[in-house]
């Protein structure tokens, strides 16, 4: 069945556009009933990022909720690994996080979790969007148990204090300069704090929202401002999150961007050495580099590949035992700590290494050479242009020019009418050269 308001990552669009107070009132209303369990006085957490929008999406979501005798705590800004993880510590019913990650200001979001912190399956989505197509004015509270709404405070240290925790107790950042770019969003005040508190010099940049300056020129999605202040200031490392602080990437000592693939790299092995990985490999998407792989196979350890999404690879991890996943995006998995991606996290345990080895970072995250990848999109209108006769010979006879030295991934993109076309292979040349090949055949497909 086609889901009609939930995507990979909640429900995500532009604010007053798709994302309406009448909205976010209804899936206060839809999830609060699906999640009122046993006769105990329900409570739900809510945290938000920093868009300007946040502000009308919480209030009716808190309507929808307490209009079904549900109490709603909320948090105020807070990254989305520690609404998940608040879910869970306050034994709340649900958790809400109001975000659309990385996307600009105008674009927000509800994304929710169960009372285990992870993200809500299949199954409870459609469970929830039928209520929401449904007339619950039967099913709402009556008057003397409509449910409260409160601001609580000594959320943030409770987030910090657990981050801390996920180091060892003599471990300290002391000596390490850290400029730290926090994307105008919901980690501008717990990331800072929790790198200070560790003993690192911390300067911060990116931690003055206005509500339209989320992901603007900064954050993980546009690193190349934190790239300059890291050389700027001397600093050791870098680390940019994204808006809602679920994704972390590291700048080097000499500006240059370390992705997702090598923070995994580096953790696996890591872990490894201190006999903390729980199966002898990683988990990722198949947009990883094939590089990536190469290098934990040399090593001993796999690379299990899934679709592109933080859910697909959570999925496959739970499933398969596997403690550390991800995707080149930076957004990092590390189950023995989180439900979810959490860049501050996945930032200290690079830390920690960095700390223990005593190297540069960029010696310390270069753990591969990245194979050359060449990604390009297709814009189509109408039609399936990857079932054209024509494009799957071109398909077939591109695999067969790579004869096992490279990787193709060709997949329609999830929110929008484009096709996407990735190539990585040893000789850049011929990735170039195939690509282009099955981008001129999609495109007379799409003509």
Same mark, same amino acid.
């Given at each position: 069945?086609?889901r009609?308001?939930?995507?990979?990552?909640?429900?995500?669009?532009?604010?007053?556009?798709?994302?309406?107070?009448?909205?976010?009132?209804?899936?206060?209303?839809?999830?609060?009933?699906?999640?009122?369990?046993?006769d105990?006085?329900?409570?739900?957490?809510?945290?938000?990022?920093?868009?300007?929008?946040?502000?009308?999406?919480?209030?009716?979501?808190?309507?929808?909720?307490?209009?079904?005798?549900?109490?709603?705590?909320?948090?105020?800004?807070?990254?989305?690994?520690?609404v998940?993880?608040?879910?869970?510590?306050?034994?709340?019913?649900?958790?809400?996080?109001?975000?659309?990650?990385?996307?600009?200001y105008?674009?927000?979001?509800?994304?929710?979790?169960?009372?285990?912190?992870?993200?809500?399956?299949?199954?409870?989505?459609?469970?929830?969007?039928?209520?929401?197509?449904?007339?619950v004015?039967?099913?709402?509270?009556?008057?003397?148990?409509?449910?409260?709404?409160?601001?609580?405070?000594?959320?943030?240290?409770?987030?910090?204090?657990?981050?801390?925790?996920?180091?060892?107790?003599?471990?300290?950042?002391?000596?390490?300069?850290?400029?730290?770019?926090?994307?105008?969003?919901?980690?501008?005040?717990?990331?800072?704090?929790?790198?200070?508190?560790?003993?690192?010099?911390?300067?911060?940049?990116?931690?003055?929202?206005?509500?339209?300056?989320?992901?603007?020129?900064?954050?993980?999605?546009?690193?190349?401002?934190?790239?300059?202040?890291?050389?700027?200031?001397?600093?050791?490392?870098?680390?940019?999150?994204?808006?809602?602080?679920?994704?972390?990437?590291?700048?080097?000592?000499?500006?240059?961007?370390?992705?997702?693939?090598?923070l995994? $790299?580096?953790?696996?092995?890591?872990? &490894?050495?201190?006999? @903390?990985? /729980?199966?002898?490999?990683? !988990?990722?998407?198949? %947009?990883?580099?094939?590089?990536?792989?190469?290098?934990?196979?040399?090593?001993?350890?796999?690379?299990?590949?899934?679709?592109?999404?933080?859910?697909?690879v959570?999925?496959?991890?739970?499933?398969h035992?596997?403690?550390?996943?991800?995707?080149?995006?930076?957004?990092?998995?590390?189950?023995?700590?989180?439900?979810?991606?959490?860049?501050?996290?996945a930032?200290?345990?690079?830390?920690?290494?960095?700390?223990?080895?005593?190297?540069?970072?960029?010696?310390?995250?270069?753990?591969?050479?990245?194979?050359?990848?060449?990604?390009?999109?297709?814009?189509?209108?109408?039609?399936?242009?990857?079932?054209?006769?024509k494009?799957?010979?071109?398909?077939?006879?591109?695999? $067969?020019?790579?004869?096992?030295?490279g &990787?193709?991934?060709? @997949?329609? /993109?999830?929110?929008?009418? !484009?096709?996407r076309? %990735?190539?990585?292979?040893?000789?850049?040349?011929?990735?170039?050269?195939?690509?282009?090949?099955?981008?001129?055949?999609?495109?007379?497909?799409?003509?």
């Amino acid at each position: 069945m086609v889901r009609k308001y939930f995507g990979t990552d909640g429900i995500r669009g532009r604010a007053n556009g798709t994302i309406t107070p009448e909205l976010s009132l209804k899936v206060g209303q839809a999830a609060g009933l699906v999640f009122q369990r046993g006769d105990h006085r329900h409570r739900v957490v809510i945290g938000k990022d920093t868009r300007l929008s946040g502000y009308m999406i919480e209030t009716a979501l808190v309507a929808g909720f307490t209009s079904v005798g549900m109490d709603v705590l909320l948090l105020g800004p807070m990254p989305t690994p520690a609404v998940a993880m608040l879910t869970r510590s306050m034994r709340a019913d649900l958790g809400v996080m109001i975000s659309a990650s990385h996307n600009p200001y105008d674009d927000n979001g509800i994304k929710l979790f169960g009372p285990d912190g992870y993200k809500l399956s299949d199954d409870v989505e459609r469970e929830i969007e039928a209520c929401l197509d449904s007339d619950v004015s039967k099913k709402l509270a009556k008057s003397p148990d409509l449910g409260r709404a409160k601001r609580i405070d000594g959320v943030q240290d409770r987030y910090i204090e657990f981050a801390k925790r996920t180091l060892p107790r003599d471990l300290s950042l002391d000596g390490l300069r850290v400029v730290v770019d926090c994307a105008n969003g919901a980690g501008y005040r717990v990331a800072p704090e929790a790198l200070w508190e560790l003993g690192a010099e911390v300067i911060p940049v990116g931690v003055d929202p206005d509500g339209f300056n989320i992901n603007k020129e900064c954050g993980s999605t546009e690193p190349a401002a934190l790239c300059a202040k890291v050389r700027e200031m001397r600093a050791d490392v870098g680390i940019a999150l994204d808006g809602d602080a679920d994704r972390v990437l590291i700048i080097d000592e000499r500006g240059r961007v370390v992705d997702g693939d090598q923070l995994m $790299a580096v953790i696996a092995e890591s872990w &490894r050495d201190d006999g @903390r990985l /729980s199966k002898p490999g990683v !988990v990722a998407t198949i %947009m990883s580099n094939l590089g990536l792989e190469r290098h934990l196979a040399s090593l001993g350890m796999t690379l299990a590949r899934t679709a592109v999404g933080d859910r697909y690879v959570l999925e496959h991890m739970r499933e398969h035992g596997f403690n550390v996943g991800g995707e080149p995006s930076g957004h990092i998995i590390l189950s023995d700590y989180a439900t979810t991606g959490d860049g501050l996290v996945a930032a200290l345990q690079v830390l920690a290494v960095v700390k223990r080895q005593n190297r540069p970072v960029s010696e310390v995250c270069h753990r591969f050479e990245p194979l050359p990848q060449v990604l390009k999109n297709v814009r189509y209108k109408k039609g399936k242009p990857l079932e054209d006769a024509k494009v799957k010979t071109v398909i077939s006879g591109a695999n $067969a020019r790579l004869n096992g030295n490279g &990787r193709l991934v060709i @997949r329609p /993109s999830g929110t929008e009418p !484009v096709i996407r076309v %990735m190539g990585e292979g040893d000789d850049q040349v011929l990735v170039e050269e195939i690509v282009d090949e099955i981008c001129e055949a999609l495109t007379q497909a799409a003509a």
